[in-house]
């Protein structure tokens, strides 16, 4: 089983792209500019988004992969000056803070430790001492295969009048987002959509909306305030803020109808299913998952390993044809990543991965 002559890649995102999604990035291009079409096949798009997320908030899609949706949602809400709390128990949630100081904002970094589970009393205590406008926190932090539950810490910030940012770029798709209790909840094309990376996708509340009126854009590329006032509602051309991704919006919807056609409940069982064989698998070659079982990803399981993770991962590339991925940072050289998302969730996948995985480190 491969995905082209060669390999089968099981990174978590990019992904390997389904033969529909594939043929949709072939679609004839139409001129959004021009051509009335573009308009209807667009609010398509941003409807089954709507369906994925269970909202009624306005879904926008942004033409850059993952990090633009992070950058634009700081840069839109945050004016120069203003605090936001930025919750960290990985890297990515680490990162927001350096898009807040990009953009002129005081990022009051609550760090509570690698994997670590974040207790919505303290961050009651720190909305109540620092008047934040916005707090930011990472759903699935990939890197480590940790699934944040998030939703007591949504409450209190819902509670304390504070907009909340969510990135769910690694688990949108794959697993259940609260989105209903979020401000602005971003995706990304490449993780569990399985499309081309290219795309983020982001939810907006009207609060979310209101604050980003109010505060004054530091930018146009990484501003959600263009999209604000995009009349989607005719059946004639409209005028975006910039020539949008086509084929890769066709790719995304391609994937979307995938995802809507199997169900939503049907696709959140099949990716606890594979990640349960995966981490079964990994027991098996004597693998622990990094973070404890109970809030290990749906999406990716990230496996300790007692080092040399380049060359493992380059070893199962080379013998076997598997793209794996290592862990970043401080977990560069102990963690290889098995990503099983989207069309990666698929216990054959699964069992060939950690297949070549076992025979490597054995
Ligand atoms: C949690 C998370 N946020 C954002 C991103 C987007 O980053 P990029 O698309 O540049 O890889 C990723 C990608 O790995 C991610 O895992």
Same mark, same amino acid.
């Given at each position: 089983?491969?995905?082209?002559? =060669?390999?089968?890649?099981?990174?978590?995102?990019?992904?390997?792209?389904?033969? /529909?999604?594939?043929?949709?990035?072939?679609?004839?291009?139409?001129?959004?500019?021009? /051509?009335?079409?573009?308009?209807?096949?667009?609010?398509?798009?941003?409807?089954?988004?709507?369906?994925? %997320? $269970?909202?009624?908030?306005?879904?926008?899609?942004?033409?850059?992969?993952?990090?633009?949706?992070?950058?634009?949602?700081?840069?839109?809400?945050?004016?120069?000056?203003?605090?936001?709390?930025?919750?960290?128990?990985?890297?990515?949630?680490?990162?927001?803070?350096?898009?807040?100081?990009? %953009?002129?904002?005081? #990022?009051?970094?609550?760090?509570?430790?690698?994997?670590?589970?974040?207790?919505?009393?303290?961050?009651?205590?720190?909305?109540?001492? %620092?008047?934040?406008?916005?707090?930011?926190?990472?759903?699935?932090?990939?890197?480590?295969?940790?699934?944040?539950?998030?939703?007591?810490?949504?409450?209190?910030?819902?509670?304390?009048?504070?907009?909340?940012?969510?990135?769910?770029?690694?688990?949108? $798709?794959?697993?259940?987002?609260?989105?209903?209790?979020?401000?602005?909840?971003?995706?990304?094309?490449?993780?569990?959509?399985?499309?081309?990376?290219?795309?983020?996708?982001?939810?907006?509340?009207?609060?979310?909306? =209101?604050?980003?009126?109010?505060?004054?854009?530091?930018?146009?590329? #990484?501003?959600?305030?263009?999209?604000?006032?995009?009349?989607?509602?005719?059946?004639?051309?409209?005028?975006?803020?910039?020539?949008?991704?086509?084929?890769?919006?066709?790719?995304?919807?391609?994937? *979307?109808?995938?995802?809507?056609?199997?169900?939503?409940?049907?696709?959140?069982?099949?990716?606890?299913?594979? #990640?349960?064989?995966?981490?079964?698998?990994?027991?098996?070659?004597?693998?622990?998952?990094?973070?404890?079982?109970?809030?290990?990803?749906?999406?990716?399981?990230?496996?300790?390993?007692? $080092?040399?993770?380049?060359?493992?991962?380059?070893?199962?590339? /080379?013998?076997?044809?598997?793209?794996?991925?290592? $862990?970043?940072?401080?977990?560069?050289?102990?963690?290889?990543?098995?990503? %099983?998302?989207?069309?990666?969730?698929?216990?054959?996948?699964?069992?060939?991965?950690?297949?070549?995985?076992?025979?490597? *480190?054995?």
């Amino acid at each position: 089983m491969t995905d082209t002559d =060669e390999r089968l890649l099981m990174t978590p995102g990019p992904t390997a792209l389904p033969p /529909e999604v594939r043929e949709a990035l072939g679609r004839p291009l139409v001129n959004p500019d021009v /051509e009335p079409g573009f308009t209807a096949d667009y609010r398509r798009l941003l409807d089954k988004l709507a369906e994925v %997320h $269970g909202t009624d908030d306005d879904v926008v899609v942004l033409g850059g992969e993952g990090i633009l949706g992070l950058e634009a949602s700081v840069a839109s809400l945050v004016a120069s000056g203003e605090t936001v709390l930025c919750l960290a128990n990985g890297l990515y949630g680490e990162g927001f803070a350096d898009f807040v100081e990009t %953009h002129g904002g005081e #990022a009051v970094v609550h760090s509570v430790g690698e994997g670590e589970v974040f207790d919505p009393d303290e961050i009651a205590s720190l909305a109540d001492e %620092h008047d934040p406008v916005a707090a930011t926190m990472v759903h699935c932090e990939t890197p480590i295969g940790l699934l944040n539950d998030i939703e007591g810490v949504l409450e209190t910030l819902q509670d304390a009048g504070v907009l909340t940012v969510v990135d769910a770029v690694s688990s949108l $798709g794959g697993t259940p987002v609260p989105t209903q209790r979020i401000d602005v909840c971003l995706g990304a094309s490449q993780k569990c959509f399985s499309s081309p990376p290219g795309l983020s996708t982001l939810t907006v509340s009207e609060r979310a909306w =209101e604050k980003v009126e109010a505060t004054p854009q530091d930018s146009f590329y #990484a501003s959600l305030e263009p999209w604000r006032d995009v009349d989607l509602d005719t059946d004639q051309a409209v005028l975006l803020p910039y020539t949008h991704l086509t084929s890769n919006l066709y790719a995304l919807e391609a994937s *979307l109808d995938r995802l809507l056609e199997e169900g939503l409940e049907a696709v959140y069982e099949r990716h606890e299913d594979v #990640a349960e064989r995966c981490r079964e698998r990994g027991r098996e070659a004597g693998l622990d998952p990094l973070p404890p079982v109970d809030r290990s990803s749906p999406t990716v399981t990230a496996f300790e390993i007692d $080092g040399g993770a380049e060359r493992v991962c380059r070893e199962v590339r /080379e013998r076997h044809g598997i793209v794996l991925s290592t $862990g970043l940072a401080d977990h560069a050289d102990d963690v290889v990543r098995v990503g %099983h998302m989207g069309y990666g969730a698929d216990r054959e996948r699964v069992d060939v991965a950690m297949d070549a995985l076992a025979d490597v *480190l054995n």
